[in-house]
């Protein structure tokens, strides 16, 4: 298994560009999440879904959009980058929705926008 | 709004001491609680869960306590190693992350 995996590893954006992050899972997961962590902030939920087909806003949505096509992948999309996305982004999934489920996080994207 | 501090953004220690972090949460109960290792470069990975009616919780040099009355879990490494040195998040609602406690385990 290889767990959660993040495309891609690096990547940066002109402001005002656009691009689009897979997170792919292969532990058969219904939830997935899509967090930001910058520096002395922690992480942050961006979105979340509970399962193919849904998806849901979390604590900072706002500049993203995200899908969920299929049950194993995760799109966080970005249609116009700004400085203030600049950050690392991952990716985590979890089986249920029970608070004893653990999350499984991705190695994350590092993204720079200038 | 829920809330919850981790009080030392870092701490550093001398190998073989034992570290103790600290988690507060306010305006939330939750039933369970959980902390996570982070190394740089890299997301984090579960280490130990604990349910409210269990006080503490031990995982080889690991020990985790809950108390809901003050609020608060204790995260504890005994016999600390520089190998322990990483960020350790905890989590007292799955979707709601502390911003981290960063400990250096020094030779």
């Known amino acids: 298994n290889a767990g959660v995996t993040q495309t891609p590893k690096f990547r940066v954006l002109k402001t005002g560009q656009s691009m689009t992050l897979l997170c792919a899972q292969d532990?058969?997961?219904?939830?997935m999440y899509w967090y930001r962590q910058d520096p002395g902030m922690g992480l942050r939920l961006i979105h979340y879904?509970?399962?193919?087909?849904?998806?849901a806003k979390g604590e900072v949505p706002d500049g993203y959009n995200v899908s969920r096509l299929k049950k194993q992948n995760f799109l966080l999309g970005l249609e116009s980058a700004a400085p203030s996305q600049t950050s690392v982004y991952f990716c985590?999934?979890?089986?249920?929705?029970?608070?004893?489920?653990?999350?499984?996080f991705g190695p994350g994207t590092r993204l720079t926008v200038l | 709004s829920q809330k919850i501090e981790q009080n030392s953004e870092a701490l550093n220690i001398q190998e073989g001491k034992t570290a103790t972090l600290t988690c507060n949460y306010t305006?939330?109960?939750?039933?369970?609680l959980q902390w996570y290792r982070q190394d740089p470069g890299r997301g984090p990975v579960f280490l130990l869960l604990?349910?409210?009616?269990?006080k503490e919780k031990r995982k080889e040099r690991l020990k985790v306590t809950f108390d809901t009355t003050l609020k608060q879990s204790l995260f504890h490494i005994t016999a600390s190693q520089p190998a322990d040195s990483a960020t350790y998040l905890c989590?007292?609602?799955?979707?709601?992350f502390g911003k981290g406690t960063k400990l250096s385990v020094k030779p």
């Open positions: 985590a999934s979890k089986a249920g929705l029970a608070g004893t489920d653990t999350q499984y």
């Open positions: 532990m058969n997961h219904e939830y």
């Open positions: 879904s509970v399962g193919e087909g849904t998806t």
């Open positions: 305006n939330y109960s939750p039933a369970y």
């Open positions: 604990i349910r409210e009616n269990e």
């Open positions: 989590a007292p609602l799955n979707l709601i």
